[in-house]
């Protein structure tokens, strides 16, 4: 069974890089048949698509998060990492990963991880 | 693309019906999923191609749809199924976009 850890600090300082990282069991981070991406949900709000990456290192992000965002790979560990530089209070929120199958039109998430609470504050 | 869930909040009972809605701003085709959120939980993947129920997903749900006019429905309210409930429109990207969510609460 397909199953997804996310790790990293609970607390990051306006205008420092948030940092998080995935961890992936059950299956390769190398399988050609998954992308792997982060969503994140502010308080009380909605789901918000932040990007995602293929274990070649191949990654796609939100326009509106793409001069902040960058998601990469290592396949040596089996995880998959998300850096938000320049974060504000805006940027908090709790981040998930989560899996996507590696179909032509099958942009949807099957596999999600349990989510870390990340706060941005001084 | 835009996609608008109503309403915001429903309140029922269980054993009832329930409908929920979604419409995207521009056509999506039948690329929509359905996932159901509980408190302090990840969502959970109910519905893809907005018709096919995820593997594990009981029949009483089911999605229809297609264009920009989307629904799922509960066919008899169970006590477990008071969450959140968003649907993704994975038509046009990037970005794929969530709507804001249905709460559906206990009358």
């Known amino acids: 069974q397909l199953q997804l850890q996310e790790s990293g600090p609970g607390l990051v300082k306006p205008s420092e890089t948030l940092s998080l990282t995935c961890t992936v069991s059950g299956d390769s981070i190398s399988s050609s048949s998954s992308y792997w991406g982060w969503i994140r949900q502010p308080p009380g709000k909605g789901l918000e698509w932040i990007g995602s990456?293929?274990?070649?290192?191949?990654?796609y992000y939100n326009p509106s998060l793409k001069s902040r965002v960058t998601i990469s790979v290592d396949t040596s560990k089996n995880q998959f990492s998300l850096k938000l530089s320049s974060v504000t209070a805006a940027d908090t929120a709790v981040y998930y990963c989560?899996?996507?199958?590696?179909?032509?039109?099958?942009?949807?998430?099957?596999?999600w991880g349990q989510g870390t609470l990340v706060t941005v504050s001084s | 693309i835009v996609v608008t869930q109503s309403p915001a909040t429903l309140s029922v009972s269980p054993g009832e019906r329930v409908t929920l809605s979604c419409r995207a701003s521009q056509s999506v085709s039948s690329n929509l999923a359905w996932y159901q959120q509980k408190p302090g939980q990840a969502p959970r993947l109910l519905i893809y191609g907005a018709s096919t129920r995820a593997t594990g997903i009981p029949a009483r749900f089911s999605g229809s749809g297609s264009g920009t006019e989307f629904t799922l429905t509960i066919g008899s309210l169970q006590s477990e199924d008071f969450a959140v409930y968003y649907c993704q429109q994975y038509s046009n990207w990037p970005p794929w976009t969530f709507g804001q969510g249905t709460k559906v609460e206990i009358k």
């Open positions: 990456v293929y274990y070649s290192g191949s990654t």
């Open positions: 989560a899996r996507r199958l590696a179909v032509v039109g099958t942009y949807y998430f099957d596999y």
